[in-house]
């Protein structure tokens, strides 16, 4: 099974909390039929199904922390492993969080094909975040959460664009465009691949 994710194309989706990388990832699947794993998405199922390990999980979101490596990792793994026979591709959204991370995918996973950046602007990300803290039910939509998920953005995960710009796999995407728009330069970025 492992083999056949490597012949998989695996795109990381990165950039800042409410910067729009799980409205732009659920335009890719509509188009292009990829698998959207949202790392974020995963934890909160966990979280959901009221396990021992979820409610770990949820302390740590609560904070705007980084969960441990391993947990992430393993859970994406898994949720790839269920949808390799069926999936042209992975849209792998807010992971690697840090250099770290990224290497450890590669040696358990694979290499990416692409890095979609999506990039906007702190002031942006805030507003969209407390509109979507309006109707999201995400305990980490609030303004102070919101603040260290942002502190810790800058901090660990834009080492990352750079990790990867030197492999030149990084397109970045102006995300202060309409939606629509956006999403016309995402796809200029997948048709780009091969
Ligand atoms: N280009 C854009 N213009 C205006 N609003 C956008 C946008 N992209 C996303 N949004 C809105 C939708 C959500 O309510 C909020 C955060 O988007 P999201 O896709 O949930 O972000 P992320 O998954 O990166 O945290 O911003
Ligand atoms: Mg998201």
Redesign the pocket.
């Known amino acids: 099974l492992l083999d056949k994710i490597k012949d998989a194309k695996i795109i990381f989706v990165v ?11 659920e335009k890719v699947v509509a188009k292009y039929g990829y698998t959207h794993l ?1 790392s ?1 998405d995963l934890l909160r199922a966990e979280v959901a199904s009221g396990s021992e390990r979820g409610k770990t999980l949820q302390a740590i979101m609560q904070k705007g922390e980084l969960v441990p490596l391993d947990t992430v990792l393993d859970m994406i793994k898994d949720a790839m492993i269920a949808k390799v026979d069926v999936s042209k591709g992975f849209l792998i ?2 992971y690697p969080r840090e250099v770290k991370q990224g290497e450890e995918f590669e040696k358990k996973i694979g290499a990416p094909c692409l890095l979609l950046y ?1 990039d ?1 602007k702190g002031e942006t990300m805030v507003k ?2 407390m ?2 803290g309006e109707t ?1 039910g995400r305990s980490d939509d609030n303004e102070e959460t919101i603040k260290k998920r942002l502190d810790l953005y800058y901090k660990a995960t834009e080492p990352v664009i750079a990790f990867y710009s030197s492999r030149g796999i990084v397109r970045k995407i102006d ?5 629509d ?2 999403f016309g330069h995402v796809a200029k970025a997948i048709d780009g691949l091969k």
Not at 20 to 25: E, S
Not at 175 to 179: C, G, M, R
């Open positions: 950039g800042g909390p409410g910067s729009g990388k799980g409205t732009q990832c949202s974020g959204d807010g999506i906007a969209r975040l509109k979507r999201s995300s202060e465009l309409p939606v728009e956006v």
